[in-house]
């Protein structure tokens, strides 16, 4: 294969993704364009016809850098994320599922029978009188049909393979994607580990910063839908749930402009471990009462914490979800809530 | 896992009321469980959420926040803080899968040594009852996935893993 000026090679791959982050790179436009001028793109399954024995017949580290969106759910995705980790000089965790876990790691706070007993048998839209189940080899005659396996637990990427750099947002925005290029295709590359993005919380870019109240007292929380929403003042200093404080900026505040309070995709800044502790910690103590009456019924507008504070980044949290549900052989003690009143 | 491993619990005590009380109990030859490990903080409304989490992930079995009384704090407000975060972590916390007992607090003033004693006392009891968190073990379950599919890949077909998600009927 002639390879004139060997443009540096580049793959780009999905795991459990809603497809979002390949929207990304389509969002660059017509600077998609010089991107394809800069670079040659060695694998993209879901935008061009590639197939696995392409990457498996490259020589390791041939390609300059892999971008991986999705967390890793299945065999399958793991495979591809070692694989491409081999063949890869730098891998770059794409988007929110592959830096944190995202939504799909929300899963972690169910084992995985009660995920397929939902999937292939509780949930009201399902018809399934057999029973089907999926298996991971199915025989019939000679032939042998294979799935992939469904792991127990969502993990980000970093918690499979090594990870180089990391891209937040759900789905990243086209000029963080392109800064992004850039900075991978330049001779300097940042330190391993870097999130490419600022290094401070949304509030300091939030276009609403200048109405945010020196000294945050809340009545009580309110939901987003459940409430007519002032368009110009701060979210926090309505009782609504704002993940501003305790996420990294980098999005220009994209949602705040949309008229609804950020939910926190871009994960923490680096002085953070710990995302939704963090964002608990913020808002819970800015509650104004101090009985633990007042407190609770302002409370009560967060009836579901995890899903709030966690939304995108259960996987790398501190426990990693639910902590009760991965050793079978211990009774549920305490109230484990049913997938339904879940939804 | 040993089986009769004692309860681990980490404290953190306000330096002007609680973990002076727990001097107190020292000093007053009080003998209590001696299950805790208590960590200073200048005031309960230092204790970010964070810390608590971090010690389940490290292994605690309990965690046990001491403040001053309402009312009472050094700065003012500090207490009311650690107790409004309280809240919403136990909620958290039960929502992750972590009991209710696992994660306690209680106002302690400086002159109330033996309420120390009292409350350590029967939050080792209750853990006990309770049995180990072991948040660390559970962790390395994460890994069994990864042993199972590296032997899958070395030896052939599909990994052993297969069995537990297999009772279909598609036969």
């Known amino acids: 294969m002639p390879d004139p000026p060997a443009k540096p090679k580049v793959a780009l791959y999905w795991c459990a993704s809603c497809g979002g982050c390949e929207e990304a790179v389509v969002d660059l436009a017509e600077g998609v364009l010089s991107v394809l001028n800069a670079v040659d793109i060695v694998f993209w399954p879901v935008a061009m016809d590639f197939k696995r024995r392409d990457v498996e017949a490259l020589a390791d580290g041939a390609i300059r850098a892999a971008l991986l969106n999705g967390a890793i759910r299945t065999s399958e995705q793991e495979e591809m994320a070692r694989l491409l980790r081999r063949k890869s000089q730098v891998v770059v965790a794409f988007g929110a599922c592959a830096q944190l876990g995202g939504v799909p790691s929300l899963a972690n706070q169910f084992d995985r029978e009660q995920i397929l007993d939902y999937i292939y048998a509780q949930s009201p839209t399902v018809v399934n009188d057999q029973g089907a189940r999926p298996v991971s080899a199915y025989r019939e005659g000679d032939r042998v049909a294979t799935l992939p396996e469904f792991w127990r637990t969502t993990r980000a990427l970093d918690q499979v393979i090594e990870v180089d750099y990391y891209v937040p947002g759900c789905p990243p925005t086209p000029k963080l994607l392109g800064q992004a290029l850039a900075t991978l295709l330049s001779d300097e590359l940042p330190p391993k580990g870097t999130v490419l993005a600022p290094d401070t919380a949304l509030c300091e870019e939030c276009p609403r910063k200048d109405s945010k109240p020196e000294d945050l007292s809340v009545k009580t929380f309110k939901r987003p839908h459940l409430t007519p929403m002032d368009a110009a003042l701060c979210f926090l200093a309505q009782g609504i749930v704002c993940m501003g404080p305790a996420t990294r900026s980098g999005c220009e505040g994209l949602c705040i402009q949309g008229a609804m309070p950020c939910t926190g995709c871009f994960g923490p800044t680096s002085r953070v471990r710990d995302q939704g502790a963090k964002a608990l910690s913020a808002l819970a103590s800015s509650v104004e009462g101090k009985e633990d009456r007042e407190i609770e019924s302002a409370l009560a507008g967060i009836p579901d914490p995890v899903g709030t504070f966690y939304r995108y980044g259960l996987a790398k949290s501190l426990l990693r979800g639910k902590v009760g549900h991965l050793c079978s052989d211990r009774p549920e003690s305490i109230k484990t809530g049913s997938m339904e009143s879940r939804l | ?171």
């Open chain 2, 1 to 171: 896992m040993s089986e009769a491993r004692e309860p681990r619990i980490v404290g953190f005590f306000c330096s002007w009321c609680t973990y002076t009380a727990a001097d107190l109990a020292g000093v007053s030859r009080m003998k209590y469980a001696p299950n805790i490990r208590v960590i200073r903080v200048m005031c309960s409304g230092r204790i970010d959420p964070q810390f608590v989490l971090k010690a389940f992930a490290c292994g605690a079995d309990g965690v046990l926040i001491g403040g001053c009384h309402p009312g009472d704090c050094h700065y003012i407000e500090g207490n009311y803080k650690c107790l409004r975060r309280f809240r919403l972590l136990t909620r958290l916390l039960r929502d992750l899968g972590i009991e209710e007992g696992r994660c306690r607090l209680e106002w302690i003033s400086a002159a109330e040594g033996d309420k120390v004693r009292t409350v350590v006392n029967d939050m080792a009891a209750r853990l006990r009852a309770l049995g180990p968190l072991d948040a660390p073990g559970r962790f390395r379950d994460w890994g069994k996935d990864l042993e199972e599919l590296e032997h899958a890949m070395a030896g052939e077909g599909p990994g052993e893993s297969s069995r537990a998600i297999e009772p279909a009927r598609n036969e």
